[in-house]
């Protein structure tokens, strides 16, 4: 079945470093989302990409879709201490059915 | 955050005992789901409903059944319990389906433990 990898599984950073946190699908997506989950909290619906090729930015935070539509990555650009989380990414591909990848656990040491 | 409460939201029962979580939504949506989050797995999703009486299996429904009477209500039966089945449990609700460029809103979850 479908597969969406999601790596690294874990990223301990200085807060100011840059963090990268990226997707890969076994199938081509429909679209992809990203979701942020803080700890002992629940995932809170970041963004969404959707074009070929498409970049969008939130504040210190990209997300670009590949050309193929089958990977994606989330960059946050010099990292705070509200950043803490797990960021999922989750793909709609074949059957219309969401796939989450099995996230990336940002620690930010101040 | 959307209109979403689960309940309840911390549960320890045995092997072998019937559970139900249950999921109630304000916002109307048509939508909702429920998931499992483990360690090294992400979300995994159990059961979905698409309107009231309609619902589909997900990736990992085995060992559990789904109920929705009402628009704002989506019941989780896990109808003997396995310590494999401990888990938390969110329930999501999205307005558009996943046919559709949506997004989902989660509930605050529900911590289950089966020893």
């Known amino acids: 079945g479908q597969q969406v990898m999601q790596i690294p599984q874990y990223q301990h950073v200085q807060e100011g470093e840059d963090f990268t946190t990226y997707c890969n699908s076994s199938t081509t997506l429909s679209n992809i989302q990203w979701y942020k989950q803080r700890p002992g909290g629940h995932p809170v619906f970041l963004i969404q990409?959707?074009?070929?090729?498409e970049v969008k930015k939130q504040k210190r935070l990209t997300f670009q879709f590949g050309e193929a539509k089958k990977n994606s990555s989330l960059h946050i650009t010099a990292t705070q201490t509200t950043d803490v989380g797990t960021y999922f990414c989750a793909g709609l591909g074949y059957g219309n059915k969401l796939v989450f990848g099995a996230g990336t656990i940002l620690r930010v040491k101040s | 955050d959307a209109g979403i409460t689960q309940s309840p939201r911390h549960k320890v029962t045995e092997t072998g005992t019937p559970v139900t979580l249950r999921c109630h939504q304000t916002?109307?949506?048509?939508?909702m789901y429920w998931y499992r989050q483990d360690p090294g797995h992400g979300l995994r999703l159990i059961h979905y409903?698409?309107?009231?009486?309609?619902?589909d299996k997900g990736e990992v429904s085995d060992g559990y059944s789904v109920s929705r009477s009402k628009t704002e209500d989506f019941l989780l039966t896990l109808e003997s319990a396995t310590s494999s089945q401990t888990s938390v449990y969110f329930c999501?609700?999205?307005?558009?389906?996943?046919?559709?460029?949506?997004?989902?809103?989660f509930g605050p979850g529900t911590r289950l433990t089966v020893l």
């Open positions: 916002e109307n949506h048509r939508y």
């Open positions: 999501a609700i999205s307005e558009l389906g996943l046919v559709s460029t949506d997004t989902q809103y």
């Open positions: 409903s698409y309107g009231v009486k309609d619902t």
């Open positions: 990409l959707v074009k070929s090729g």
